[in-house]
Each structure stands twice: as structure tokens, then as C-alpha cells.
């Protein structure tokens, strides 16, 4: 899943989108206000039909709304294959400087 957000200034909001890739299609998830609803992305052409955004966000909320989500998810263990990623690394880093730490003071000492 992927969220996409576009700015309409005229507005003043942000509409937020889901997008979900299914097979070779791509879908956007929106909601009418009692339903989710699923829209499917021609593969070319114009869209014919308004894309209902999943919610809007007034723009003078927007940064500090998307910070309040992203700690929101933080307090939830939720993170990013990238930060996922870093964690690890980082973890590998110190199990090596810990080994490296003990071979050095074998090292020193004889």
C-alpha cells in the first residue's frame, strides 16, 4: 500500500489517497463517507470520474497531522522496511564492535 498526497491549494486541503497494486493493476482506495470505496486506475487516457480521496487534510494541519500519524506509528512498532532495515544494520555494527572489543583486549594482554 501507498499513500499519495495532492495538495489542491484553490481548497486549501490535502486529499489523501491508497494506492494498492493488485496483479497489474492499480487501484485507489477512497471513501464516500460510509464506504470504502475502490476505484480502478485506467491503464492511459483521461479519467472520466472524480477520484474520492480516502480523506483531506486542511493544509494548515497538514504537517503537523502526518507528524502525529508518523509518531503514531512509532509508538506502535510500526516502521518502514527502510528503517527496519537501518535497525539491523545498526544492531550487526555493535555485535561487531563488541567482538572486535574482546579481541582487542586478548590481543593487548598477551
Same mark, same amino acid.
Given at each position: 500500500?501507498e499513500v499519495?498526497?495532492e495538495?489542491?491549494y #484553490?481548497? #486549501?486541503?490535502a486529499?489523501?489517497?491508497?494506492?494498492?497494486?493488485?496483479g497489474n493493476k492499480?487501484f485507489?482506495?477512497?471513501?464516500?463517507?460510509?464506504?470504502?470505496?475502490?476505484?480502478v486506475?485506467?491503464?492511459?487516457?483521461?479519467i472520466?470520474?472524480?477520484i474520492?480521496p480516502f480523506f483531506?487534510?486542511?493544509?494548515q494541519?497538514k504537517e503537523d497531522?502526518?507528524?502525529?500519524f508518523?509518531?503514531?506509528?512509532?509508538?506502535?512498532n510500526i516502521?518502514?522496511?527502510?528503517?527496519?532495515?537501518?535497525?539491523?544494520k545498526l544492531e550487526?555494527t555493535?555485535?561487531?564492535?563488541?567482538?572486535? #572489543?574482546?579481541f582487542a583486549?586478548h590481543?593487548?594482554?598477551?
Amino acid at each position: 500500500m501507498e499513500v499519495i498526497i495532492e495538495n489542491d491549494y #484553490r481548497k #486549501r486541503k490535502a486529499e489523501v489517497f491508497l494506492s494498492v497494486k493488485e496483479g497489474n493493476k492499480t487501484f485507489l482506495l477512497g471513501y464516500d463517507g460510509k464506504h470504502i470505496v475502490k476505484q480502478v486506475l485506467p491503464d492511459y487516457g483521461s479519467i472520466e470520474n472524480e477520484i474520492i480521496p480516502f480523506f483531506s487534510i486542511p493544509l494548515q494541519y497538514k504537517e503537523d497531522i502526518l507528524k502525529a500519524f508518523a509518531k503514531a506509528a512509532s509508538d506502535n512498532n510500526i516502521g518502514t522496511e527502510q528503517e527496519n532495515l537501518l535497525k539491523g544494520k545498526l544492531e550487526a555494527t555493535q555485535l561487531h564492535l563488541n567482538d572486535m #572489543r574482546e579481541f582487542a583486549k586478548h590481543v593487548i594482554i598477551k
